[in-house]
Nanobody, 126 residues
């Protein structure tokens, strides 16, 4: 499984961005696709995820109501629509794929994911 994230950039507070993640390889073999972020000097933080089997989504409290994860099954793509962005959302955003039962049980744990994209930088600043 290979993942490639894109769509990051510079946006003003209150603005929006949509991140994309292309999933290639054994795309049907993953159980969960997640979005994580890592700000400078901080640990990697789970943002959102979507299950492969039934498309159920989960969001971290810090982004609930502002970010929405979705997917296009035909294109093997997962998206993260980010609205009402805040300076504290500034980070490198990564998409990741988990293929094991662990990923389904612990989708917020980065150790549950075997495959990671290269990351895309989101900067929220005026």
């Amino acid at each position: 499984v290979q993942l490639q994230a894109s769509g990051g950039g510079l946006v003003q507070p209150g603005g929006s961005l949509r991140l994309s993640c292309v999933v290639s390889g054994s795309a049907s073999g993953y159980s969960v696709i997640g979005w994580f972020r890592q700000a400078t000097g901080k640990e990697r933080e789970w943002v959102s995820c979507i299950t492969n089997r039934d498309g159920v989504t989960y969001d971290a409290d810090s982004v609930k109501g502002r970010f929405t994860i979705s997917r296009d099954i035909a294109k093997n793509m997962v998206f993260l629509q980010m609205n009402s962005l805040k300076p504290e959302d500034t980070a490198v955003y990564y998409c990741a794929a988990g293929t094991s039962v662990m990923a389904s049980m612990y989708p917020a744990d980065p150790n549950s994911y075997e495959y990671w994209g290269q990351g895309t930088l989101v900067t929220v600043s005026s």
